[in-house]
């Protein structure tokens, strides 16, 4: 098993571009979620979704969009990318939601706009 | 006050002592407790969840939670450098997880 992967591993915007971040799991998990960690914070819950078709927003949407057509897949979209949203994205996901269940966790995307 | 809240540190043990890492949360109706493990640019890792008051072992790690002063922390025994790293705390309520800042651990051979 691959768990869950991420592409790419670092990318450039300017600002007002768009860009999507890919995250794929090969594990069957119900779960998928993105989150963004700024340097030296904690991590920041930016989407997640309980299944394919659904998802929901967490504490820190705005300027994202997400899209869960596939069980394996949860890309995020950054339509008009500005300076705040230069840090580091996770995708995770978990069989059952947090609470009961290990996040797994892939490995980042490093993301700079200028 | 922020919901979950961790002293930055850096926190410098010798190897081989006892890490001790804290974590107080806001809300007293959180109900799951969990420690990842964040290595220099690395994505997290679970190392210990906990979700009722008391102590739970793991190996050289240990999580204790108390509820009524909403405080959870995290033993390391016998420290290894490989232990250096940042330690997330996220704590859960309501179907929502929060996560603190972390606590960067070093530990000197």
């Known amino acids: 098993n691959a768990g869950v992967t991420q592409t790419p591993k670092f990318r450039i915007l300017k600002i007002g571009q768009s860009m999507t971040l890919q995250c794929a799991q090969d594990?069957?998990?119900?779960?998928m979620y993105w989150y963004r960690q700024d340097p030296g914070m904690g991590l920041k819950l930016i989407y997640y979704?309980?299944?394919?078709?659904?998802?929901d927003k967490g504490e820190v949407p705005n300027g994202y969009n997400v899209s869960r057509s596939t069980t394996e897949d949860f890309p995020l979209r950054l339509e008009l990318a500005a300076p705040s949203q230069t840090s580091v994205y996770f995708c995770?996901?978990?069989?059952?939601?947090?609470?009961?269940?290990?996040?797994?966790f892939g490995p980042g995307t490093r993301l700079t706009v200028l | 006050q922020k919901e979950v809240e961790q002293n930055s540190g850096p926190l410098s043990v010798p190897e081989g002592a006892i890490a001790s890492l804290n974590c107080t949360y806001s809300d007293r109706g959180s109900q799951s407790f969990f420690w990842y493990r964040q290595y220099s640019g690395k994505s997290p890792e679970l190392i210990m969840s906990?979700?009722?008051?008391g102590d739970k072992e793991d190996g050289r790690f240990t999580a204790q939670l108390n509820k009524a002063s909403q405080y959870v922390s995290l033993l390391i025994r016998d420290s290894q450098p490989s232990d250096s790293a940042t330690y997330l705390c996220?704590?859960?309520?309501?179907?929502?997880?929060?996560f603190g800042a972390g606590t960067r651990l070093t530990v000197k051979p």
């Open positions: 996220a704590v859960v309520l309501n179907n929502d997880m929060r």
């Open positions: 979704s309980v299944g394919a078709g659904i998802t």
């Open positions: 594990m069957n998990h119900n779960y």
């Open positions: 995770a996901s978990s069989l059952t939601r947090w609470g009961t269940d290990t996040q797994y």
């Open positions: 906990i979700y009722s008051n």
